[in-house]
């Protein structure tokens, strides 16, 4: 496996589901975030972990809960979920703690979550 | 307040031509870097180019350049001789401070969506 891959790729789940999305990184990477896209919106910043510590959240309802136990693993816990959180769900690296001029984000193929 | 606009919804553009791709942004820092990433229907972002606001040329990348013109706050993406390949979602985003950080926040633009016709 190379670059950034998520797992599952696609996701229905009720309202009272708990499922978990899993990322993981090649890259040697130190900072991993979870974003969120939905339909005409501009992607929204969810969290930012730096070398295992989250480091942002922006202001993310408590029914999703990330999870960082290693610098290559992600995960975002999902519980009681919303018909409005229906949306593309992608995880990005990147180098992170201002050691390069240019600390570029790269990103998976997205998880696309349904909640009935 | 950090902002990224791109004004153009959807763009056509034939096969083997130049297409612009419109991004303005808006910062009060004076270190900022600047990206492109490409959206295919699949789903996945595929970073394009970076530009850095104290870079003194133009980014180029293959096909992509960026026009950079900083005194109007403008980052346009250039494609060259368009492929169908290219057509996509195309996000314009923003990132305060040139050498990134703990953090290196991103904001995005709410993309162009490109058809490239035969």
């Known amino acids: 496996e190379t670059g950034v891959t998520q797992t599952p790729r696609h996701l229905v789940m009720g309202m009272t589901n708990k499922k978990s999305l899993k990322c993981e990184q090649h890259?040697?990477?130190?900072?991993m975030y979870w974003y969120k896209q939905s339909a005409k919106k501009p992607l929204e910043l969810m969290f930012v972990?730096?070398?295992?510590?989250?480091?942002e959240n922006n202001s993310v309802p408590s029914r999703f809960s990330p999870e960082c136990p290693n610098s290559s693993h992600l995960f975002l816990h999902l519980h009681t979920l919303q018909p409005e959180d229906s949306a593309l769900y992608l995880c990005?690296?990147?180098?992170?703690?201002?050691?390069?001029?240019?600390?570029?984000?790269?990103f998976g193929p997205g998880t696309r979550l349904t909640v009935l | 307040a950090q902002k990224i606009t791109q004004t153009q919804p959807g763009m056509f553009v034939q096969e083997k031509e130049a297409v612009t791709l419109d991004c303005t942004y808006d910062?009060?820092?004076?270190?900022?870097?600047l990206f492109w990433y490409k959206q295919p229907s699949s789903g996945e972002m595929i970073f394009l180019i970076y530009q850095g606001s104290y870079d003194q040329q133009n980014a180029t990348e293959g096909r992509y350049s960026l026009n950079f013109q900083k005194a109007r706050k403008s980052a346009n993406l250039v494609i060259s001789a368009s492929q169908l390949g290219d057509s996509a979602m195309y996000f314009c985003?923003?990132?305060?401070?040139?050498?990134?950080?703990?953090?290196?926040?991103?904001?995005f633009g709410t993309g162009t969506l490109l058809a490239v016709q035969p």
């Open positions: 972990y730096s070398l295992e510590e989250r480091v």
């Open positions: 890259l040697g990477h130190n900072a």
């Open positions: 985003a923003m990132r305060e401070g040139q050498y990134g950080g703990a953090t290196n926040k991103l904001i």
């Open positions: 910062t009060s820092d004076p270190s900022y870097g």
């Open positions: 990005a690296s990147s180098q992170g703690g201002g050691t390069a001029a240019r600390d570029t984000q790269y």
